[in-house]
């Protein structure tokens, strides 16, 4: 079936801090991929996706490469900023159909000033 | 208002009790569906509904009963919860199957 894997949390970080969030998948096909940001007290909004192998997707200053050699999409951003505090959630969709959207666990991302 | 608002942001509620959770979209989107967030696991799909009528029913106890009147509303009916039930309930929406879902901000369900 289909899976998604996020490193554990929390992650606590200094503000201009380089961030890393792993996430690796296990899906059939070529799935879309995709990254959901949780702010404390809200639902998630969607932060970025990638559709295909090696697209890039990006959005306030974060990253992620679609790896289809490594199944992974890990989020990156160069400076993060307090306000960039909140959990982060890798997920993939196999069909394009929102029902099939299956998320990880979420990473908690706490950014100190 | 904009978005996708649901009520109420927090419920207390004992094993006995009877209560609804309200979801409105204000996008003119046609699909709508329940998501269980607990702890440090990953969202659940419970149901979702396009039309207004039930497309999906992840094998949810019948204790959780979900009514969609029309489609800009999505009502969760809940009824002689266990206290593993309590998670935050997430509503969201879309405009068909393949485009980006739109979540609330969430019920926060506490059972006693």
């Known amino acids: 079936g289909n899976s998604v894997t996020q490193m554990e949390g929390p992650v606590t970080l200094s503000e201009e801090a380089f961030l890393t969030i792993n996430c690796t998948y296990t899906?059939?096909?070529?799935?879309?991929l995709f990254w959901y940001v949780q702010y404390p007290g809200e639902g998630l909004q969607l932060l970025l996706k990638a559709t295909k192998a090696d697209d890039k997707g990006s959005n306030k200053g974060f990253e992620a490469t679609y790896r289809k050699e490594t199944t992974s999409f890990h989020l990156e951003k160069g400076s993060v900023q307090v306000s960039d505090s909140a959990v982060y959630f890798c997920?993939?969709?196999?069909?394009?159909?929102?029902?099939?959207?299956?998320f990880g666990s979420g990473t908690q991302l706490t950014v100190l000033p | 208002e904009t978005g996708v608002t649901q009520t109420p942001r927090h419920l207390v509620m004992g094993m006995t009790n009877k209560k609804s959770l309200k979801c409105e979209q204000h996008?003119?989107?046609?699909?709508m569906y329940w998501y269980k967030q607990s702890a440090k696991k990953p969202l659940e799909l419970m149901f979702v509904y396009s039309l207004e009528e039930r497309v999906e029913n992840n094998s949810v106890p019948s204790r959780f009963s979900p009514e969609c009147p029309n489609s800009s509303h999505l009502f969760l009916h809940l009824h002689t919860l266990q206290p593993e039930d309590s998670a935050l309930y997430l509503c969201?929406?879309?405009?068909?199957?393949?485009?980006?879902?739109?979540f609330g901000n969430g019920t926060r369900l506490t059972v006693t």
């Open positions: 996008l003119g989107h046609n699909a």
């Open positions: 969201a929406s879309s405009q068909g199957d393949n485009s980006p879902l739109h």
């Open positions: 997920a993939l969709n196999p069909s394009g159909s929102a029902r099939q959207l299956t």
């Open positions: 899906a059939t096909g070529y799935p879309s």
